[in-house]
């Protein structure tokens, strides 16, 4: 992607957004036109769109689009990270991708303070969260909406990935998400 689009980030693809925040969400990585090109996670791609019409909805963001690193939008209580940092080949990320970039989401966890709730945008994330907290997956297993309280550990809560195939399908809808998100949120303003 580098030769073709030397203008582009190119780079592992930072966490952004509030490093307070108690609403951590992680998703998949970064898109190829999207993240990839903007260095920031969810920019400038469709699964974007969702998503942050629903954090602004919700209070969470200060924009309701994501265009560019330098477009202003800030996040609320919110940040935003992914379980793959780079571009994967052909767009879907390998076992032995999410494996190494475990190492890093683990390191993301433990260097701020702990967030009250994780929402995992798809069943890779779902893992790769659970995985970066020390919590074996298979006890707690992905369906969307589902909420996960392992001991010891932020709650875990399950959507299906917003991207342009899941929202075309409507196997998830813009309803769909703002329900599992604001049970998110919720979950993570609780004392």
Same mark, same amino acid.
């Given at each position: ?21 108690? &609403? @951590? ?85 433990? &260097? ?59 196997? @998830? ?7 599992? &998100? ?10």
């Amino acid at each position: 992607m580098r030769a073709e689009h030397p203008e582009y980030y190119n780079l592992p693809v930072p966490p952004f957004g509030d490093p307070e925040a108690r &609403l @951590l969400i992680v998703g998949l990585a970064p898109g190829a036109h999207g993240a990839n090109r903007t260095g920031r996670p969810f920019t400038g791609d469709y699964a974007g769109v969702l998503l942050y019409e629903t954090l602004f909805a919700a209070g969470l963001s200060t924009r309701p689009v994501s265009v560019s690193a330098a477009d202003g939008l800030e996040l609320r209580n919110c940040r935003i990270t992914n379980a793959v940092k780079c571009l994967p080949p052909a767009n879907k990320p390998e076992t032995s991708e999410a494996d190494t970039c475990n190492l890093y989401l683990a390191a993301e966890l433990t &260097l701020l303070p702990p967030p009250r709730v994780i929402l995992a945008l798809g069943a890779i994330a779902h893992r790769a969260a659970l995985r970066a907290l020390g919590v074996k997956p298979g006890g707690y297993p992905f369906a969307h909406g589902a909420v996960h309280r392992p001991p010891g550990a932020p709650i875990v809560v399950d959507s299906y990935h917003c991207s342009r195939y899941n929202t075309q399908t409507r196997r @998830l809808t813009a309803q769909m998400f703002a329900d599992v &998100l604001a049970e998110a949120r919720a979950l993570a303003t609780e004392r």
